[in-house]
Protein backbone atom coordinates (compact mmCIF):
# COMPACT_ATOMS: atom_id res chain seq x y z
CA UNK A 1 0.00 0.00 0.00
CA UNK A 2 1.13 3.45 -0.89
CA UNK A 3 0.48 6.56 1.16
CA UNK A 4 1.04 10.03 -0.40
CA UNK A 5 -0.08 13.36 0.81
CA UNK A 6 -2.93 14.76 -1.52
CA UNK A 7 0.07 16.52 -3.48
CA UNK A 8 1.89 12.94 -3.82
CA UNK A 9 4.81 13.89 -1.31
CA UNK A 10 5.61 10.71 0.33
CA UNK A 11 4.02 10.35 3.74
CA UNK A 12 7.44 9.30 4.92
CA UNK A 13 7.62 12.75 6.08
CA UNK A 14 4.50 12.92 7.98
CA UNK A 15 4.75 14.04 11.75
CA UNK A 16 2.43 11.68 14.11
CA UNK A 17 3.09 13.76 17.52
CA UNK A 18 0.10 14.73 19.11
CA UNK A 19 -2.46 13.13 17.68
CA UNK A 20 -3.98 10.71 19.59
CA UNK A 21 -3.76 8.10 16.75
CA UNK A 22 -5.53 4.97 16.22
CA UNK A 23 -5.72 2.30 13.59
CA UNK A 24 -8.08 -0.46 12.45
CA UNK A 25 -7.53 -1.23 8.58
CA UNK A 26 -4.44 -3.61 9.12
CA UNK A 27 -2.58 -2.11 6.19
CA UNK A 28 -2.04 1.30 7.87
CA UNK A 29 -1.20 -1.13 11.51
CA UNK A 30 1.19 -2.43 9.52
CA UNK A 31 2.40 0.70 7.82
CA UNK A 32 2.98 2.73 11.01
CA UNK A 33 4.91 -0.59 12.58
CA UNK A 34 7.09 -0.04 9.85
CA UNK A 35 7.48 3.18 10.23
CA UNK A 36 7.35 3.80 13.85
CA UNK A 37 7.79 0.79 15.50
CA UNK A 38 5.81 0.98 19.16
CA UNK A 39 3.76 4.46 17.76
CA UNK A 40 0.59 2.67 19.13
CA UNK A 41 2.24 2.65 22.98
CA UNK A 42 3.39 5.90 22.98
CA UNK A 43 0.77 8.54 21.51
CA UNK A 44 0.92 11.65 23.37
CA UNK A 45 -2.35 13.94 24.43
CA UNK A 46 -3.01 16.76 21.88
CA UNK A 47 -2.21 20.06 23.69
CA UNK A 48 -5.47 21.58 25.20
CA UNK A 49 -6.91 24.57 23.42
CA UNK A 50 -6.43 27.92 24.95
CA UNK A 51 -9.57 29.50 26.58
CA UNK A 52 -11.50 26.50 27.03
CA UNK A 53 -13.74 24.94 30.10
CA UNK A 54 -13.86 21.55 31.04
CA UNK A 55 -16.25 19.58 33.01
CA UNK A 56 -15.30 17.11 35.96
CA UNK A 57 -17.64 14.49 34.12
CA UNK A 58 -19.11 14.50 30.71
CA UNK A 59 -22.48 13.67 32.36
CA UNK A 60 -23.92 14.67 35.51
CA UNK A 61 -26.96 12.11 37.48
CA UNK A 62 -29.77 12.99 40.42
CA UNK A 63 -31.87 10.39 41.77
CA UNK A 64 -35.00 11.10 41.47
CA UNK A 65 -35.28 11.95 45.26
CA UNK A 66 -32.08 14.29 45.16
CA UNK A 67 -32.69 17.94 45.35
CA UNK A 68 -28.97 19.16 43.89
CA UNK A 69 -26.01 18.91 41.86
CA UNK A 70 -23.15 20.41 41.94
CA UNK A 71 -21.47 20.92 38.04
CA UNK A 72 -17.91 21.50 38.57
CA UNK A 73 -15.92 23.66 35.64
CA UNK A 74 -12.68 24.41 35.11
CA UNK A 75 -11.32 26.91 32.91
CA UNK A 76 -8.31 27.24 31.03
CA UNK A 77 -6.44 30.07 29.41
CA UNK A 78 -7.23 33.73 30.59
CA UNK A 79 -9.45 34.93 27.04
CA UNK A 80 -12.74 34.97 27.23
CA UNK A 81 -15.33 31.80 27.64
CA UNK A 82 -19.04 31.19 28.37
CA UNK A 83 -20.65 28.32 29.41
CA UNK A 84 -23.75 26.61 28.49
CA UNK A 85 -25.80 24.39 30.31
CA UNK A 86 -29.05 22.56 30.15
CA UNK A 87 -30.66 19.85 32.63
CA UNK A 88 -33.24 17.12 31.49
CA UNK A 89 -35.88 14.74 32.53
CA UNK A 90 -34.94 11.49 31.76
CA UNK A 91 -36.63 7.80 32.59
CA UNK A 92 -38.17 8.72 35.75
CA UNK A 93 -41.98 8.90 36.51
CA UNK A 94 -44.13 9.58 39.28
CA UNK A 95 -45.20 6.53 41.49
Known sequence: MKLVYLDSKPMNDLNLDNNHLTAY??????????????????????????????????AYNRNENGKTVTLTV???GDGAVSVNCKSSDASATAG
Open 25 to 58: DPKLHKWLDERTPGWDNSQTPCPVAQNTVQFTAA
Open 74 to 76: SRV
